[in-house]
């Protein structure tokens, strides 16, 4: 081979290979939420389910209702976010965790 036809390290195969990590780090570089942050917030919000479910088997409603009020501004706020795909989903099944959550507290009884 001629050493003016030899391909310089990166040429050829190699650019196809930077050609893809440009366009993963373009893919990820859409999100504007950072993960952890999401993580974060979906952690903080899924404390709040483990406390409020834990108020309904206490039969403490009035409470469980004051956490699921603060849980769904939290949720509010998260879907207003730019999100990804993956996490958009997880938001959704938080929503009908939530939902079912609710529906439990409506058929609860107080305690009296």
Known sequence: MDTAKKRKKGE????????????????????????????????????????TNSLIMKKSIPEAKKKLNKAQKKLDELSTKDLCEIQERSLFNLRITWDNLAANIDKTKTKK
Do not use: A, C, H, T
């Not at 050829?12 to 993960?35: A, Y």
């Not at 952690?43 to 406390?51: F, M, P, S």
């Open 12 to 51: 050829g195969n190699g650019s196809r290979r930077e050609e893809r990590k440009k366009q993963k780090n373009v893919n990820l570089g859409d999100i504007n939420m950072d993960g952890s942050l999401f993580r974060s917030k979906r952690e903080e919000i899924e404390g709040i389910y483990k406390d």
